[in-house]
């Protein structure tokens, strides 16, 4: 039987009640110290802020480690490393890593919550991707502790001593995982200072090494600004850089530590093409760039952020394209359905808008979804940029926020060389229906990560990192654990 309409009922609503997820889960004190040898202290330097971009709240107030403060967590570290960690056998330190890792599972909802209220994204990835990805490096690199003898790493595989780490706000705890893990395994102990604008997981994580009993000095957490980060990577007692963040900072570290032992690996921008060809199933297509863009507000290092469209679907693509970021919900980080979470500060704010605008003055037609952005807090709706050039701004400068840019091509030659054609090479997409494209396109990309028919996936097994502007040295599988270890080889 055909069901006829009641004209009488209205129209059903397609829209999402709220879904929050509560906040009772986490405990933010007032202020924060540092976390060094095992004991949160009082910092000797100043004080600074840090807020939820989402309302502009202030959270709690933060330590700002001075060179001293730094200094005495080097110290800290040097002493774990000398009289305890680097001693311990492989499996002992793995025990730790192991424990870490259940405790990271066990207080998952509110290492989650934590730091969407910090950093302004959505609940559903820090829950679904950030603290899921945290636990598997530390099980992944737990996993090794134990093996380095006998993994074909060289005949004498030992650690380098203390590790000065130092990461962006962007992932905070992904990027915190991916410096603590490797380092630990191989038997280093660190020094880590998180990003200004998002350090309450880190203090978080420092909790959770003094739950696990984790032998006081492994892991020092030091709160701080760039002079935070200056004095770490200067500090003549660390062995070993590890950074991620801009390629300006990058280049700066690079100086910093040219004709001194230290070894370095550097994770810095990037500026990465989408590549659809005419075969591709289009709306996974659309699926997928909307995902390497639109994922984490775009603040991504190795986001999709420019398109590159084959001529024949262009327009087809485009449309399916605004069809779906028309379905985009922009909001509170803490709804359950959000997708488009905070702007992580006002900075970053300022310069995607500077961007955006520079884009439209060059020429480029400039598109959102209608949107009802929140009052307070940083926001920016998910936007398109058209008729792109290579030679426009907005094509060749990293945005950091959600923001696309579309491309055409005719060839696939015509796709690698517009692709190639960027100081970076961090990562790149391909979609096609053609197995043997992808082999041939991956060849050609100078990209240190090239999905095919996806994007924006990793794996703790996976080594990752850039080629040219991007940065050196990989992070995460055998070759991050190699990036801690002298005497070792691939
Ligand atoms: P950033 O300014 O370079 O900051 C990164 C970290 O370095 C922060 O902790 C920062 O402290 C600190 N810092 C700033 N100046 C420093 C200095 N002179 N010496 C030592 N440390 C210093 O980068 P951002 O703007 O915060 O982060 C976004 C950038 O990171 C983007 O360009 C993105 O592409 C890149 N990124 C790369 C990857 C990758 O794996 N390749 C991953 C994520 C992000 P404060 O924040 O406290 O100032
Ligand atoms: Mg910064």
Redesign the pocket.
């Known amino acids: 039987m055909v069901k006829v309409p009641d004209t009488a009922t209205p129209t059903p609503s397609f829209d999402y009640a709220p879904a929050p997820e509560s906040r009772a889960i986490v405990d933010i004190a007032p202020s924060y110290g540092l976390f060094v040898d095992g004991q949160f202290v009082d910092g000797q330097g100043r004080a600074f802020k840090t807020i939820n971009p989402a309302t502009e709240e202030v959270l709690a107030e933060i330590a700002e480690a001075s060179a001293a403060d730094v200094d005495l967590a080097v110290r800290a570290a040097r002493r774990a490393h000398t009289r305890v960690w680097s001693r311990m056998a492989g499996r002992e330190r793995a025990k730790y890593l192991y424990r870490i890792a259940r405790i990271v599972q066990e207080r998952g909802r509110e290492l989650a919550v934590l730091e969407s209220i910090d950093n302004g994204k959505p609940i559903r990835e820090s829950r679904d991707v950030d603290v899921p990805a945290l636990a598997a490096h530390f099980f992944y690199y737990a996993g090794w502790a134990d093996k380095l003898d006998h993994a074909g790493l060289g005949p004498d595989p030992r650690s380098l001593g203390v590790a000065g780490q ?6 905070p705890l992904m ?1 915190l995982a ?1 410096k603590i893990a490797p380092a630990l395994a191989a038997g280093n102990t660190v020094v880590l ?6 350090p309450l997981t880190a203090l978080l994580f420092a909790e959770i090494c003094q739950q696990a009993d984790l032998p006081a000095g492994v892991v020092n957490i030091v709160t ?11 500090h003549p007692d660390v062995d070993k850089i590890a ?8 280049k ?2 690079a100086r ?1 530590v040219a004709g001194t032992s230290k070894t370095v690996t ?5 500026k990465a093409a989408n590549i659809v060809f005419d075969d591709a199933p289009l709306d996974q297509a659309v699926e997928g760039v909307v995902n390497g863009i639109f994922f984490n507000q775009g ?5 999709g952020s420019r398109l590159l469209v084959q001529e024949s679907v262009a327009e087809e693509v485009l449309a399916r394209l605004k069809r779906r970021m028309a379905t985009l919900r922009v909001g509170d980080p803490l709804d359950k359905n959000t997708d488009v979470g905070a702007i992580n500060s006002a ?2 704010l300022a310069k995607i808008r500077q961007l955006s605008d520079i884009g439209e003055a060059e020429g480029a037609g400039r598109w959102s979804p209608p949107c009802d952005l929140p009052a307070t807090g940083f926001w920016f709706p998910p936007t398109v940029f058209t008729g792109v050039t290579q030679a426009h701004r907005i094509a060749r400068e ?1 945005v ?1 926020g959600p923001v696309l840019s579309v491309l055409t091509f005719r060839t696939p030659a015509e796709a690698v060389e517009k692709a190639n054609n960027t100081p ?1 090479g ?1 990562s790149a997409g391909v979609w096609t229906e053609k197995g043997s494209r992808i082999l041939w396109m991956a060849n050609q990309l100078r990209a240190g990560t090239v999905w095919a028919n996806t994007f924006n996936k990793f794996d703790a097994s996976a080594p ?3 080629y040219k502007e ?2 050196y040295g990989r ?1 995460g599988g055998r070759e991050g654990l190699l990036a801690y270890l002298k005497g070792a080889s691939a």
């Open positions: 130092v990461i962006p706000w962007n992932f990027m991916w200072k998180p990003a200004e604008t998002t701080g600004a760039g002079a935070t980060g200056r004095a770490l990577v200067a950074f991620t963040g801009s390629t300006d900072v990058g700066q570290i910093t550097l994770e810095l921008g990037g603040h991504v290092c190795c986001a900075e970053q990293e950091f970076y961090l990752f990192g850039g991007s940065g992070e």
